[in-house]
Structures are given as structure tokens and as C-alpha cells.
């Protein structure tokens, strides 16, 4: 069985876009979105591929703007 891979992806300008895990090459557990500024801009999770649960989106200041569920 394989195991989840920690991935960090990023902007063309070296700042973070987003960190999680990769199984078998699709996401899997909790994800994370940043701005180019560095601040958070979504939070999630996956399983094999598929979102699930609950998903938020912040506004630049970091505060919740937006929750979903999945």
C-alpha cells in the first residue's frame, strides 16, 4: 500500500501556492491555498481525489469568508 507524499507547489515568483499530499499521484488529506502575498486562501481535504468534508475560504485579512461542505 502506498503512503501519502507532502507536496509544495508554487507561484512563478517562488511564494507558496499550495501544500498537501499526493497518494498514487491525486491529493489526499488536508490541502492548503496561499495568495502570492503569502496569506492562507483555502483550506480543505481530499480523499484519493475527491473533496470532502468541510472547505473554507478566507479574505486577505484571514478571516473565514466561505465555508462549504463537501
Known sequence: MSKPK???KYHKGG???AKGQLLDGKPHGPWK???I???LK???TFD???PIGEWITYDKLGKVYKVTQR
Open 6 to 8: 507532502p507536496i509544495t
Open 42 to 44: 483555502r483550506s480543505g
Open 33 to 35: 491555498w496561499f495568495r
Open 37 to 39: 502575498d503569502g496569506t
Open 48 to 50: 484519493r481525489g475527491e
Open 15 to 17: 511564494t507558496i501556492f
